[in-house]
Every structure is written in C-alpha cells, then in structure tokens.
C-alpha cells in the first residue's frame, strides 16, 4: 500500500510538472475583393476588405516573381502613386492581427493585376443625363443629375445655366455631389441648366441635354399639396405648403376628414388636433412663418378599422391638390 501511494503522488507531480498542451492560434481571414481601381498613368487605387479582427494590412508588390513589401499599416486601401507608365503590376494583401489577441496573420489575397496607361488619360468622362427638378417654389428649385464614367475616374460635374444666350457655371461639385438648389429665381419664369463632367485630368464631358423649369408663379395665397400612401388598414400622410406669394405667410392651417375611430401614431412638422370626424394640423411655434418661395412639410401617420384614410384636405379653408 505504501509502495502503490508512493508512485500515485510521484505521477501526480511529474504531471503537474509537465508543460500544458500548445493550442494553435486562430488564423484570420485572408483580405478579399482586393480591386485596382482609377488606374492612370502613374497612379492607382488598390483597395479591398479584411477580417474585422485585423489591426493593419500589408500590401506586397511582385517583382521578378518574388513578393516583397511594399506597404503596412494600412486599413482596407492605399494609393499608389510613382508607378511607371505602360507597366504591368501585381500586388496582393495579408492582414495582421492585435498583438496579444491569440490571432496569427492571415494568409495572403488573391493577387491583382493591372497595366498603368501609356499616356496621361486623354479620355473624357461620358455626358451626364439632364437635370431633373424637384421642390420647385417661386424662387427657388432642386435637381439632380445622372451619373457619369470615366476610363478612370469622375472627378466632378460643372453645373451650368443658360443665362443671356451663355452657358454659365454656378456650381463646382465633386463626384459624389450630384444635386443642388438654386434660389434667387423669379416666379413665374423659365429656367435652363445642363451639366458637364470632369475627370481627374481635367478632361471635359460633353455638355448633358439641358432641361427647362419654370418656377412657381406668384399668386394671392400659399398653395397646398397632399399625398396619402395607404396600407391598409394604415395611412402616411404628407402635405407640402409652398408660399407663393411675395410676402412671409404667418400662420397656417391644414384641415382634413377623420374618422372617429382612426387612430393617429406619429405627427412630424405640425400640432394635430382632432374634433369628432375632422382633424387639424397647425404649426409649431417655431415653424409659424413661412418666408416667400419657402415650404412647410407637415404630415401625420395612423390607420383605421374599418378603413377609412383622411380626406377633404384644405388650406386655410381652401381646398389643397392631391398628389
């Protein structure tokens, strides 16, 4: 019994003497979707995406069929810059992990491949298609235009109005700011606008189609529009109350039918105030004065059983157009 106890501790502490089993560290994702985009003369955009557990990338450049870094410390892209014209390059992308963090770098990305141009681009972007315009008051209006390509990128849109026989320039906007409001215009009067692009080189798009608009006439009192979306048994409720007159609106107020049994959610832009079958929507205290050529987009959503969706919208007492 001595003897059977004595080997009993003396495994028990080699055992516990003994180092602990070496778990593998987890590997994290290779980079994917690595893209070589705005490919230039002497410069490209390399870009792709990584495992959300990287701390940084390291981009490898292949030369004379060996990869050697090129870059590290980046985070999902670099621009290339430097590069020769005419020439083909490879690069590819491995990620690394927080120091500490039980994750070993990844295996390295698909590789890319991509040609520099011969030249400085001489390319123009295509045309962008015509403005198209919206929120159009007495004196003012919003548009926006269509897209352009370019063989290696957009750099931005000339927006441009036809004033006196001359197209003009009055806004430079970048690539990703493909809408504007003017304002200054006068009611009543027609309005042309086109567009050109530009591209990173500073090549011209040719000029969009122009388009025409015509601004709101002045009249005796501010006009009303309402569209109702239905899902039954719910409603959404969007009116749009434009001054088009000459002189600020102080106060103003939107009366509809309501049944009784519709229940009203969530009122934005206005106070509503309900009286047996009808309901009304007045304006916050902040929101009393509407300036000339200026809006108010009150609304109010609900829904009713049985269904039955506001109506007989009017302003001030007069009846609004349905969109």
């Known amino acids: 019994m001595r003897l059977s106890r004595f080997l009993a501790l003396l495994t028990a502490g080699l055992l516990a003497l003994a180092p602990a089993p070496a778990f593998a ?4 994702t290779a980079p994917v979707d690595v893209q070589a985009l705005h490919v230039a ?11 959300l557990l990287a701390e940084q990338d390291v981009v490898e450049r292949k030369v004379g069929g060996t990869w050697t870094e090129y870059a590290r410390g980046l985070f999902n892209g670099i621009t290339l810059t ?3 014209r005419g020439t083909t390059y490879t690069f590819r992308v491995y990620s690394l992990p927080t120091a500490s963090s039980g994750y070993v770098a990844s295996p390295p990305s698909a590789p890319v491949t991509f040609t520099t141009l011969a030249a400085p681009d001489s390319t123009p972007p295509t045309a962008p298609s015509a403005p198209l315009f919206s929120s159009i008051t007495t004196n003012g209006v919003s548009m926006v235009w269509g897209e352009s390509t370019d063989n290696v990128q957009v750099g931005g849109y000339h927006l441009q109005q036809l004033i006196g026989g001359v197209w003009t320039t009055i806004r430079t906007a970048d690539w990703s700011s493909r809408f504007y409001r003017v304002t200054g215009l006068t009611g009543g009067t027609a309005y042309t606008f086109a567009v050109v692009a530009f591209d990173t080189n500073g090549n011209l798009s040719a000029r969009s189609p122009a388009a025409t608009v015509t601004t709101l006439a002045y009249t005796a009192a501010p006009t009303c529009k309402v569209q109702v979306v239905l899902f039954s048994p719910g409603f959404l409720v969007n009116v749009t109350i434009t001054n088009t007159t000459a002189a600020p609106v102080t106060g103003w107020t939107i009366g509809f039918t309501l049944a009784s049994t519709a229940v009203t959610y969530n009122t934005f832009g206005a106070i509503l105030t309900r009286s047996g079958n009808t309901g009304t929507l007045t304006p916050n205290a902040w929101s009393t004065t509407i300036s000339p050529g200026g809006q108010a987009m009150p609304g109010f959503t609900g829904g009713a059983t049985p269904f039955t969706p506001p109506a007989s919208f009017t302003l001030n007492g007069a009846p609004c157009t349905m969109a």
């Open 41 to 51: 003369d002497t410069s490209a955009d390399l870009q792709w995406s990584h495992d």
């Open 82 to 84: 430097g590069l020769q």
């Open 25 to 28: 560290a987890t590997v994290l």
